[in-house]
């Protein structure tokens, strides 16, 4: 197939891009830094600086639309929130825009999202027919973004969207930013770490999106996430016994408001979301406990895994 990804050089992107060449498709990276393409995704990877340089007789079979500014860094103020805003939804926007006045279409948009979209649900189990509850920027975002890409259905494209829990994996993603703390002992729970958190690793991630391009009949919302999520304190608990380290702090929620200010609520906020109808396509995941996924993504050997 011939692939078009934005945000193929990002963490996912670049583990993706590696697969799918493996397995023999045609890559196109959108990148603002085209010249950079090559190296971080492959030599034989075709770059685009620009959606204008998309033109109408240029065909791809897929789109698979992970671009977007990192979401936890700086503070979340009117600024800020523009970029994350017009990094995933003009920039979507913009994408639709072009499938439209393609010539031939494409067959499949897969594009992202978050189990963020389904806002603070405490204990409830969620899986893609929950209601999102509206719960601050990071929902309306996430809630958005998928409005946008679905769109694409009025050109007869299928749209699959990907509400990815937090991905687990080498050099990269939020494991690479909890890390220090942690090995320093100082590894915390957060809030009353009754949140839940659901994770996935990057193989079953790589897979599933896989598996979502090779489908016909698929479409709509799915869970990428682990089928066993687990709570905050639980996480913290894992990640210091695996790493051999106490975990024995904590943040409390108001400090964590008071120095994150809103995006305090993608440390708070709780998604116990099951990967249902991947479930009910008898998906074989690689990495069903946190132990193992952890396990793999800090001490497996690099050449034993996507890295
Ligand atoms: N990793 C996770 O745990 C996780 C969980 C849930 C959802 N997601 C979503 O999945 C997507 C991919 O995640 P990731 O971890 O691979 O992200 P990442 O490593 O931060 O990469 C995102 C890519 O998006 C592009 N990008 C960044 N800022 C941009 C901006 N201001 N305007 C346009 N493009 C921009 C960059 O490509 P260029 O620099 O080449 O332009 C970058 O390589 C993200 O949209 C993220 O929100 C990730």
């Not at 583990?15 to 010249?35: A, D, F, I, Y």
């Not at 240029?58 to 700086?74: R, Y």
């Not at 659901?198 to 193989?203: A, E, G, L």
Request: proline fraction near 5%.
């Amino acid at each position: 197939m011939r692939i078009l990804i934005t945000g193929g050089t990002g963490f996912i992107g670049r583990n993706l891009c590696k697969e799918l060449l493996r397995v023999g498709h045609q890559l196109t990276v959108l990148s603002r830094k085209p010249e950079t393409v090559p190296e971080k995704c492959g030599v034989e990877v075709s770059a685009l600086g620009s959606l204008e340089e998309w033109t109408p007789e240029l065909h791809f079979d897929a789109v698979i639309n992970l671009a977007g500014e990192p979401i936890v860094g700086s503070r979340w103020s009117e600024r800020r929130k523009r970029i994350l805003w017009d990094s995933r939804i003009t920039l979507t926007e913009r994408l639709v825009d072009a499938i439209r006045k393609a010539k031939s279409k494409p067959r499949v948009l897969i594009s992202g999202s978050a189990v963020g979209v389904y806002g603070n649900q405490g204990d409830t189990i969620l899986d893609e027919n929950s209601a999102p509850v509206p719960n601050g920027f990071g929902q309306k975002l996430c809630q958005a973004w998928e409005d946008v890409a679905l769109q694409a259905r009025e050109c007869g494209v299928r749209v699959c969207l990907l509400r990815t829990g937090l991905v687990i994996g080498k050099n990269g993603g939020f494991l690479q930013k909890m890390l220090l703390p942690f090995k320093l002992g100082l590894g915390a729970r957060l809030g009353n770490g009754k949140q839940w958190m659901s994770w996935v690793h990057i193989k079953d991630h790589i897979a599933m999106t896989q598996y979502l391009l090779g489908s016909h009949a698929l479409d709509g919302p799915f869970n990428l996430t682990a089928p066993e999520p687990v709570t905050n304190e639980e996480f913290t608990q894992s990640l210091a016994r695996i790493l051999k380290r106490p975990a024995l702090l904590s943040v409390p929620a108001w400090f964590l408001r008071l120095s994150a200010g809103e995006m305090a609520e993608l440390m708070l906020g709780s998604q116990r979301a099951l990967p249902k109808r991947f479930q009910n396509e008898h998906f074989k995941f690689s990495y069903k406990t946190l132990g193992s996924a952890l396990w793999d993504a800090l001490f497996a050997s690099r050449d034993a895994n996507i890295s």
